[in-house]
């Protein structure tokens, strides 16, 4: 059984919410754990809560954070990791059927630095995201983009089996008010996107 894990942290409930929405709807048995720190509201219908404590007022910027509970709450099940601003199209289970360590999702064009987008990733290798941890201590992690930086290193290391899939069918963010290609299993609302989710969501297009 596929689980899926849902990161949030100082944002509000809602998009997760919705998030969570469309994962049940085409993944109904699936496992699904809300990743988060000890305050920030829990998400409607998820199976669990994993939480850490983060002082956000404090040294530890919010992608270090992630970085942490990743590395300490991480096991070899096959997990599903999404930002909460990502609504799924469809069922996503058959790329477990592939053999891999970690599934990243490689942009088309553009960002030739950061070629990978952590938004959506498939792990089935705790000890992948255990080394991400640490490698990331290279880069500044007030950078929200510190694990699209740390990415590409571990990548080129060899050590660890790497599926890359299209990000247009697998963390699509070519959306607009108009839509999004139809081949996209998950749609991945980052930045100004954002605004469109909402209505994408209550359209009910994900179903």
Request: proline content about 5%; hydrophobic content about 40%; overall charge negative.
């Amino acid at each position: 059984m596929t689980r899926f894990a849902i990161f949030t942290a100082q944002e509000g409930p809602e998009l997760g919410n919705m998030c969570v929405a469309s994962v049940r709807h085409h993944h109904p048995d699936a496992e699904i754990v809300h990743i988060s720190d000890r305050y920030s509201p829990a998400l409607e219908g998820v199976d669990a809560v994993w939480r850490r404590p983060w002082d956000r007022h404090l040294n530890e910027p919010i992608m270090g954070f992630r970085l942490r509970c990743l590395e300490e709450l991480l096991d070899d099940e096959p997990t599903v990791l999404l930002d909460s601003d990502v609504l799924v199209h469809r069922n996503v289970d058959s790329v477990f059927a592939l053999d891999f360590d970690v599934a990243l999702t490689r942009r088309r064009k553009g960002k030739e630095h950061i070629p990978f987008n952590a938004g959506v990733m498939f792990s089935r290798c705790a000890a992948f995201f255990d080394e991400l941890a640490k490698e990331s201590m290279a880069f500044d992690h007030r950078d929200f983009m510190v694990i699209e930086h740390t990415l590409p290193r571990m990548v080129a290391t060899g050590h660890w089996s790497i599926l890359e899939l299209p990000d247009s069918e697998w963390n699509c963010s070519e959306v607009s008010e108009r839509g999004f290609p139809e081949e996209a299993r998950i749609v991945h609302y980052k930045g100004l996107r954002k605004s469109c989710m909402p209505d994408h969501f209550n359209q009910g297009v994900w179903r």
